[in-house]
């Protein structure tokens, strides 16, 4: 039986990897790296918010996509499409949920900002 750290560590690698995600800014900005500030500064929610309304497509968006992903695997987390969907979902939880998962996606961004490409 794997262990969290061991899942967290194959999933941000598989997203790493994988040529969906857009992990670079405009300007080769690594924005996966942003991410975690942003959450610890604003919420999950707020930076969420943010990454649904990026009219500049930025990436920030591809990064919860992928968390998402990563949260299939751990948590009790439907079959999600959109990050928007899941923000909504997000917003009926009780305050330790959302605490649980907050902290479940910086673990996770951990992993996934030291296997982004640059």
Known sequence: MKNLEQIRAKNALEAAE??????????????VKKVPTMIMENGLLAAMAFAV??????????????????LKDVKDVKEVK???????????????????????????LNYLRRFAKK
């Open 18 to 31: 994988n040529d969906f995600y857009k992990f670079s800014g405009p300007g080769g900005g690594d924005i």
């Open 53 to 70: 309304e990026d009219k500049n497509k930025s990436g920030y968006v591809d990064v919860f996509k992928a968390c998402l992903e990563h």
């Open 82 to 108: 959109e990050v928007k969907e899941y923000l909504s979902d997000l917003t009926t939880k009780d305050s330790s949920e959302l605490r649980a998962v907050t902290s479940e996606i910086m673990a996770y």
